[in-house]
């Protein structure tokens, strides 16, 4: 199925997909950030979402998806646009899941999970009902997976940062000098 394109046919599921999870799906593809010209990457892609803070959503040559973080991230994050789909819509704040620690242990990860779920509930639970509904409605209209749990989901995630090659950006300064990203958002 070719997500993107149905989202840029369906404005509502679209706008869903934006208010819930902070993804904007862009009309049409467009070159990744370059930073006026002192950002290369090691893989070709296309953007094709960005978020309000105005980080990117890359569609690599592999069929993979990187993130460029408008804070200087970069890496893998899914393996299939069903995987990011499947990421995105069930953990909009994904962020708050990079933390290495947590992902040695399936029950630990399982706990840590559940303590940032009951955070952002706690945070107002009328607005983390219908958020989780809204969910739902992405996940039909996707047509995404619904048999995965959030550690396997969690799991394909930090999986994926870590396969090799990693997506990696390298920022060349104005006196040639040169900084690379690891290519994994775990690293810090």
């Given at each position: 199925m070719d997500f993107i394109?149905?989202?840029?046919?369906?404005?509502?599921?679209?706008?869903?997909?934006?208010?819930?999870?902070?993804?904007?799906?862009l009309p049409e593809f467009k070159?990744?950030?370059?930073e006026f010209g002192h950002v290369t990457y090691n893989m070709s892609g296309k953007t094709f979402a960005?978020?309000?803070?105005g980080s990117e959503y890359i569609l690599l040559e592999d069929g993979s998806v990187g993130y460029w973080g408008s804070e200087g991230a970069c890496g893998r994050i899914a393996d299939s646009l069903q995987d990011f789909f499947a990421l995105v819509i069930r953990f909009p704040y994904w962020l708050d899941y990079v933390y290495e620690g947590?992902?040695?242990?399936?029950?630990?990860?399982?706990?840590?999970?559940e303590d940032i779920f009951a955070e952002h509930k706690e945070e107002d639970e009328e607005e983390w009902d219908r958020q989780l509904e809204d969910q739902k409605?992405?996940?039909?209209?996707?047509?995404?997976?619904?048999?995965?749990?959030?550690?396997?989901?969690?799991?394909?995630?930090?999986r994926c940062t870590e396969r090799e090659p990693r997506f990696i950006l390298t920022y060349t300064e104005d006196d040639g000098s040169t900084h690379s990203s690891t290519g994994s958002l775990f690293d810090k």
């Open positions: 394109q149905k989202l840029r046919e369906d404005a509502d599921l679209a706008e869903l997909l934006c208010d819930v999870c902070d993804v904007e799906i070159m990744p950030q370059d960005m978020e309000g803070t947590a992902y040695h242990d399936m029950e630990l990860l399982a706990e840590y999970v409605r992405l996940v039909k209209g996707l047509g995404i997976e619904t048999k995965l749990d959030v550690s396997e989901i969690l799991m394909r995630f930090t």
